[in-house]
């Protein structure tokens, strides 16, 4: 696997998280969510979160989740991780019933982490150690990952030497190591400054325009949203659940021009218009 993509400047702050690399369930990113319910119980009191859950992306698909605080994104995101189960319905990845993490998944959150007493290198051939498939191979696909990042140099330093940035960029390198068919990212650049975010949108645009894994991406921001996706998935307050879908035509590669354009803005009053129709 070569890449080459636009590398972020050092000062950005994504945090950026990899799944556990064990029990990976088959190739191909075709993801399907079918009735989907989650309810948590504390004390007496149970929380009725997701209500019957149905989503499909193909393969290669870039999906933006978008809604308000508390709707049970993250939950559906973690469900469909392996990470929590639902009360009822399923969800199938490649053909696979979802039961646990698998490496096939890779989750980023807001946060890295990165095993503080390994090199970049050694971070980054985690997975293929921890399957004993440590290889001149595996090898020489680290460090082309690692160039492609832009991290060419820095094989032997250990993360605390890193930009909160490159930090990042490693652990997206060692969840690339895996080939995972399906990324899901929530809110990844939600901490970001605007020019540290609008780059890492541009990052990861180009990664996805090479690798074409499928995207599930979950943000509040509606022009995040229409920038990064195929289709918008806008879901209700809890119960959560997807109320309007929007496609996005807009032409590929995509960059922060794109914002700028007019198909970009009447989409954006198109979806605004529509959840402002919801919450009245
Ligand atoms: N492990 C848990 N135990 C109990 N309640 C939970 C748990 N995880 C989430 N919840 C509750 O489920 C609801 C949905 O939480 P979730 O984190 O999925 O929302 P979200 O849409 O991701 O919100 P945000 O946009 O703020 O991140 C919230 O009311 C939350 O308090
Ligand atoms: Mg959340």
Redesign the pocket.
Do not use: I
């Given at each position: 696997m070569r890449l080459r993509v636009n590398v972020a400047s050092e000062g950005d702050e994504v945090k950026l998280l990899d799944a556990s690399p064990e029990g990976a369930v088959g190739q191909g990113g075709h993801v399907v969510v079918s009735g989907v319910t989650k309810t948590?119980r504390?004390a007496r009191q149970s929380?009725l979160?997701l209500e019957k859950i149905d989503l499909e992306l193909e393969a290669g698909e870039f999906v933006c989740l978008l809604?308000?605080?508390?709707?049970?994104?993250?939950?559906?995101?973690?469900i469909i991780a392996g990470f929590?189960r639902a009360d009822q319905g399923k969800v199938m990845v490649g053909g696979r019933l979802v039961t646990k993490p698998g490496a096939d998944r890779c989750v980023m959150f807001q946060k890295p982490t990165l095993f503080p007493w390994m090199t970049v290198l050694d971070n980054v051939l985690f997975g293929p150690r921890a399957q004993r498939k440590r290889t001149k191979e595996a090898r020489a696909k680290a460090l082309d990952l690692l160039l492609a990042f832009g991290l060419s140099g820095f094989e032997r330093h250990y993360p605390h030497q890193l930009s909160g940035g490159m930090q990042h960029r490693v652990a997206v390198a060692r969840a690339l190591m895996n080939q995972p068919s399906l990324l899901l990212m929530?809110?990844p650049f939600a901490a970001l400054d605007a020019i540290t975010r609008a780059r890492m949108q541009e990052f990861l645009l180009d990664l996805w325009e090479r690798e074409r894994m499928t995207v599930l991406f979950?943000t509040?921001d509606l022009e995040e949203a229409i920038l990064l996706a195929d289709r918008v998935c806008v879901?209700s307050p809890?119960p959560?659940t997807i109320h309007h879908q929007a496609e996005v035509r807009l032409t590929r590669p995509r960059s922060q021009a794109t914002v700028e354009s007019l198909e970009f803005l009447e989409l954006r009053r198109a979806i605004r218009s529509t959840i402002k129709g919801d919450s009245q």
């Open positions: 948590f504390r929380r979160v809604g308000p605080s508390g709707c049970g994104k993250s939950t559906l995101l973690n929590q929530d809110e979950v509040h879901m809890r959560g």
